[in-house]
Protein backbone atom coordinates (compact mmCIF):
# COMPACT_ATOMS: atom_id res chain seq x y z
CA UNK A 1 0.00 0.00 0.00
CA UNK A 2 1.23 3.49 -0.40
CA UNK A 3 2.32 4.63 2.68
CA UNK A 4 4.14 8.49 3.00
CA UNK A 5 5.70 9.48 6.22
CA UNK A 6 6.61 13.06 7.21
CA UNK A 7 9.04 13.47 10.07
CA UNK A 8 11.81 16.19 11.00
CA UNK A 9 9.53 18.78 12.64
CA UNK A 10 10.22 20.73 15.92
CA UNK A 11 10.51 23.82 17.10
CA UNK A 12 13.09 26.53 15.81
CA UNK A 13 13.67 30.60 16.42
CA UNK A 14 13.13 32.72 13.56
CA UNK A 15 15.73 32.65 11.31
CA UNK A 16 16.43 28.79 11.91
CA UNK A 17 16.52 25.74 10.04
CA UNK A 18 14.42 22.75 9.50
CA UNK A 19 15.10 19.70 7.42
CA UNK A 20 11.91 17.39 6.96
CA UNK A 21 11.92 14.01 5.46
CA UNK A 22 9.60 12.40 3.74
CA UNK A 23 9.69 8.70 3.52
CA UNK A 24 7.75 6.94 0.61
CA UNK A 25 6.90 3.00 -0.04
CA UNK A 26 4.03 1.30 -2.06
CA UNK A 27 4.60 2.89 -5.05
CA UNK A 28 7.03 3.58 -7.76
CA UNK A 29 9.02 6.54 -6.67
CA UNK A 30 10.07 7.81 -9.97
CA UNK A 31 6.39 7.88 -11.75
CA UNK A 32 4.72 10.01 -8.99
CA UNK A 33 5.32 14.18 -7.82
CA UNK A 34 5.56 14.38 -4.37
CA UNK A 35 4.38 17.99 -2.71
CA UNK A 36 4.62 19.76 0.88
CA UNK A 37 1.42 21.15 2.16
CA UNK A 38 1.17 22.90 5.39
CA UNK A 39 -1.85 24.17 7.52
CA UNK A 40 -1.79 26.41 10.30
CA UNK A 41 -4.58 26.63 12.93
CA UNK A 42 -7.51 28.57 11.40
CA UNK A 43 -6.28 28.71 7.88
CA UNK A 44 -6.61 26.72 4.48
CA UNK A 45 -4.24 24.31 3.51
CA UNK A 46 -1.62 25.55 1.83
CA UNK A 47 0.79 24.32 -0.95
CA UNK A 48 4.25 24.69 -0.05
CA UNK A 49 6.66 22.71 -2.72
CA UNK A 50 6.89 19.87 -5.14
CA UNK A 51 8.95 17.66 -6.76
CA UNK A 52 9.29 15.73 -10.14
CA UNK A 53 11.73 13.73 -11.41
CA UNK A 54 9.99 11.99 -14.32
CA UNK A 55 9.80 16.00 -15.08
CA UNK A 56 13.03 16.99 -13.58
CA UNK A 57 11.33 19.75 -12.41
CA UNK A 58 11.01 21.76 -8.63
CA UNK A 59 7.98 23.96 -7.86
CA UNK A 60 7.71 26.59 -4.75
CA UNK A 61 5.11 28.81 -3.16
CA UNK A 62 5.87 32.50 -3.67
CA UNK A 63 6.18 32.94 0.10
CA UNK A 64 9.23 30.22 0.73
CA UNK A 65 11.06 31.03 -2.63
CA UNK A 66 14.61 31.73 -2.10
CA UNK A 67 14.29 29.88 1.40
CA UNK A 68 13.25 26.45 1.20
CA UNK A 69 14.87 24.02 -1.33
CA UNK A 70 13.06 20.59 -2.11
CA UNK A 71 15.18 17.60 -3.29
CA UNK A 72 15.05 13.60 -3.41
CA UNK A 73 16.83 10.91 -2.73
CA UNK A 74 16.41 8.02 -5.01
CA UNK A 75 18.17 5.51 -2.98
CA UNK A 76 16.27 5.85 -0.37
CA UNK A 77 12.80 6.80 -1.84
CA UNK A 78 12.99 10.16 0.32
CA UNK A 79 12.43 13.57 -0.17
CA UNK A 80 13.35 16.52 1.61
CA UNK A 81 12.19 20.35 2.13
CA UNK A 82 15.25 21.96 3.70
CA UNK A 83 13.63 25.08 5.15
CA UNK A 84 15.76 28.13 6.12
CA UNK A 85 15.45 31.99 7.36
CA UNK A 86 12.09 30.23 8.81
CA UNK A 87 9.70 32.74 10.19
CA UNK A 88 6.89 32.29 12.60
CA UNK A 89 4.20 32.49 9.93
CA UNK A 90 5.87 29.30 8.78
CA UNK A 91 4.60 27.69 11.75
CA UNK A 92 1.96 24.28 10.78
CA UNK A 93 1.46 21.00 10.18
CA UNK A 94 3.44 20.01 6.89
CA UNK A 95 2.28 17.35 5.46
CA UNK A 96 4.10 15.69 2.52
CA UNK A 97 1.45 13.72 -0.76
CA UNK A 98 2.20 11.91 -3.90
CA UNK A 99 0.18 11.63 -7.22
CA UNK A 100 0.68 13.26 -10.90
CA UNK A 101 2.53 16.21 -11.17
CA UNK A 102 -1.19 17.80 -12.23
CA UNK A 103 -2.70 16.46 -9.28
CA UNK A 104 -0.02 17.49 -6.90
CA UNK A 105 0.15 21.59 -8.59
CA UNK A 106 -4.05 21.54 -7.85
CA UNK A 107 -3.74 21.05 -4.44
CA UNK A 108 -5.33 17.67 -4.98
CA UNK A 109 -3.18 15.18 -4.41
CA UNK A 110 -4.63 11.63 -3.26
CA UNK A 111 -1.76 10.28 -0.88
CA UNK A 112 -0.94 11.93 1.75
CA UNK A 113 1.49 11.56 5.22
CA UNK A 114 0.15 12.14 8.97
CA UNK A 115 2.14 15.48 9.18
CA UNK A 116 4.58 16.97 11.33
CA UNK A 117 4.84 20.08 13.41
CA UNK A 118 6.64 22.89 12.80
CA UNK A 119 6.32 25.80 15.25
CA UNK A 120 8.86 29.13 14.96
CA UNK A 121 9.09 31.22 17.82
CA UNK A 122 10.13 35.20 17.70
Known amino acids: EVQLQASGGGLVQAGGSLRLSCAAS????????IGWFRQAPGTEREGVSC????????HYADSVKGRFTISSDKAKNTVYLQMNSLRPEDTAVYYC???????????????WGQGTQVTVSS
Open 26 to 33: GFTFDDYT
Open 51 to 58: ISNSYGIT
Open 97 to 111: AADTFRAVVSGRPNY
